[in-house]
């Protein structure tokens, strides 16, 4: 049996960018993505911490060390710039490692910037 399994959490993420007139999606500074282990286009949860909405987009990629956390298309209804949010991925793994296993935790600092 194959459980869904947090894989990673971007924690207090804060939302830079709003663009109405984009197709849809979420865009993340490379450099978070890379730390969180989420690839270009993959589905993630986001949750606003300011309002509570919860919505599904996909991932872009944005200009590494920018701290850019953008939400574009409809998801820029969802929130607003300086809203803070809890970006999650998730992967399905088998139960045995499931049992033992620990997302990654990315928790940022008020420009978006990995705190050591």
Do not use: H, W
């Not at 286009?41 to 991932?59: D, P, Q, S």
């Not at 803070?84 to 990654?104: C, H, N, Q, T």
Request: some cysteine; charged content about 30%.
């Amino acid at each position: 049996m194959f459980r869904m399994m947090c894989k990673s959490k971007i924690q207090l993420a804060r939302c830079t960018t709003k663009n109405l007139r984009y197709t849809g999606s979420i865009t993340i500074d490379r450099n978070l993505m890379d730390k969180a282990d989420i690839f270009p286009y993959e589905i993630v949860l986001v949750i606003n911490l300011n309002n509570g909405a919860r919505f599904e987009t996909y991932v872009i990629p944005g200009k590494r060390r920018s701290g850019v956390i953008g939400l574009n298309g409809g998801a820029a209804r969802l929130g607003e710039v300086g809203d803070e949010l809890i970006i999650l991925s998730y992967e399905f793994v088998d139960e045995e490692k499931a049992r033992k296993y620990r997302p990654k935790l990315i928790v940022v600092d008020s420009r978006n910037r990995p705190k050591r």
